[in-house]
């Protein structure tokens, strides 16, 4: 295959739980990653810590998430590894390229992320019309800086 982009590395991992609190004692008290900030959406129904791994271009972003509403979709608590986001060099290439291989993406296309990066989702699931999916497993493609490009390239 000649794919007109890269997957350069981990951008991150998300999280989900009933209690973001449990999460935060977890990653940052025990494990001891730096806690960098928040975000709140209500149309993603999430309230999250963002907690980082490493510094610099290769720093990983964990993301520890809990529902605003636990009654409400998406939840993203369930599953408990909601999402893991990758490194690409060139998303709209990237994603033009995959949707021509039959790869469904979630609804939304490309958009800005909460750690600033435009982003887009692969649906964990195929169906008739694009086959080709996260194989039960949401990934989150995310844009590379030109740090990161540079780095990790």
Avoid: Y
């Amino acid at each position: 295959m000649n794919r007109p982009f890269r997957i350069l590395g981990l951008q991150q991992i998300a999280i989900g739980g009933p209690d973001r609190m449990k999460l935060r004692h977890l990653w940052v008290d025990v494990f001891g990653l730096d806690l960098e900030g928040d975000f709140t959406s209500e149309r993603e129904n999430v309230v999250e810590d963002i907690a980082v791994l490493g510094t610099g271009p290769t720093r990983v972003e964990v993301d520890l998430m809990q529902p605003l509403d636990p009654s409400k979709k998406p939840r993203v608590d369930e599953p408990a590894l909601n999402h893991v986001g990758l490194w690409v060099d060139d998303l709209p290439k990237a994603v033009e390229w995959m949707t021509a291989q039959g790869m469904r993406f979630t609804p939304g296309g490309i958009r800005r992320g909460a750690a600033g990066f435009d982003i887009v989702f692969i649906h964990p699931k195929g169906n008739e019309q694009f086959p080709l999916c996260g194989e039960g497993v949401l990934i989150e493609l995310v844009q590379a800086p030109p740090e990161v490009i540079a780095a990790l390239g």
